[in-house]
């Protein structure tokens, strides 16, 4: 019932920029806390940042200063930009809705499907 579909993933140069999107239906979406994972080969799932209900943000020490997660409620969907990419931001990047409101805790998690984020150098 719940779904999200994540888009904007792609291929680009070091130094680029992408914004990647996350859809969500089935949920009451503002009730959501949210949040954007990555996950390379051979390396374990990471949270790179994430966003309360109230709006508020954290972000991985990779992440910070880069990139920046965001919320629209009014069109049920979350984004990730990401500027000033590296190599090493290479990794399938996945979108997750909590609604527990803790992005870390135990319970009912939706995930997206993953798009992928290649940076070549």
């Known amino acids: 019932q719940v779904q999200l579909v994540e888009s904007g993933g792609g291929l680009v140069q070091a130094g680029g920029s992408l914004r990647l999107s996350c859809a969500a239906s089935?949920?009451?979406?503002?009730?959501?806390?949210g949040s954007w994972y990555r996950q390379a080969p051979g390396k374990q799932r990471e949270l790179v940042a994430a966003i309360t209900r109230g709006g508020s943000t954290n972000y991985s020490d990779s992440a910070k200063g880069r990139f920046t997660i965001s919320r629209d409620n009014a069109k049920n969907t979350m984004y990730l930009q990401m500027s000033s990419l590296k190599p090493e931001d290479t990794a399938v990047y996945y979108c997750?809705?909590?609604?527990?409101?803790?992005?870390?805790?135990?319970?009912?998690?939706?995930w997206g499907q993953g798009t992928q984020v290649s940076v070549s150098s």
């Open positions: 997750k809705l909590s609604p527990g409101g803790d992005v870390s805790g135990s319970g009912v998690h939706y």
């Open positions: 089935g949920t009451i979406f503002s009730l959501n806390a």
